[in-house]
């Protein structure tokens, strides 16, 4: 089983439309969670950390579920911008820092 | 946000030459910065954790002697591909771990495009 896993995509939605992409990882001592947007041929960047609480920024909202080893993220309103690849991260700290990636879900919005 | 900032952005070598990428961080000091490759519509794959002052960890599979590291500062690390393959050929990612009391984030460089002819 791999340690992060993602829905494989790729979403293809019009705009305004809402979609969600799931997460689950493996490690229950995972300490820190992340969405990264990933365009092609270019570096990750951050997104939006994930918390228990729920978070949320502008169109975009990240919840965790720590019971179920869970991640999620909704997109709302979706933009023609928002076509990217986003990958679902986790950090561990077990005797050494690592971070593992997923290996991303592919998001295609369509006018 | 912090900034990490590597080069190149591009390089084309012939088989066989050495290719050495750069990984600063502009805006903080990272004790620890990671180094990625990826392959097309693939997920970044970690080759190995840089850590200044000490020998990096390399991922399972990742041969140390074709991909050399040195982190000797707290702002610089690179990545050396020693006699470079076609099979090198890659989309090569670093990363800085910046941790401001309980949280730990990364920022990632801008990636080096390698192409061994």
């Known amino acids: 089983r791999k340690e992060v896993e993602q829905d494989p995509g790729p979403f293809n939605v019009p705009e305004g439309a809402t979609v969600a992409f799931n997460c689950t990882y493996s490690n229950s001592a995972s300490q820190s969670f992340f969405w990264y947007r990933q365009d092609c041929r270019k570096e990750p960047k951050l997104l939006m950390s994930?918390?228990?609480s729920g978070n949320e920024d502008g169109r975009f909202t990240a919840q965790l579920n720590r019971a179920s080893q869970y991640i999620s993220l909704l997109i709302r309103d979706s933009k023609l911008s928002d076509s990217a690849t986003y990958l679902c991260?986790?950090?561990?700290?077990?005797?050494?820092?690592?971070?593992?990636f997923g290996a991303g879900t592919r998001l295609f919005v369509k006018a | 946000g912090a900034v990490v900032s590597q080069h190149p952005s591009r390089v084309i070598c012939k088989s066989g030459t050495s290719v050495k990428i750069e990984c600063r961080s502009l805006d903080f000091q990272a004790t620890t910065m990671f180094w990625y490759r990826q392959f097309p519509k693939k997920s970044l794959m970690l080759m190995a954790t840089s850590n200044e002052g000490s020998k990096a960890t390399y991922e399972q599979g990742v041969e140390k002697d074709k991909f050399l590291i040195n982190h000797a500062s707290l702002t610089l690390s690179t990545l050396t591909v020693t006699s470079a393959h076609p099979e090198d050929s890659s989309f090569y990612i670093c990363?800085?771990?910046?941790?401001?009391?309980?949280?730990?984030?990364?920022?990632f460089g801008s990636g080096t495009q390698l192409s061994v002819l």
């Open positions: 991260v986790v950090n561990l700290n077990t005797g050494g820092f690592k971070t593992i």
């Open positions: 990363s800085a771990r910046e941790s401001t009391g309980a949280n730990e984030k990364l920022f």
């Open positions: 994930v918390y228990s």
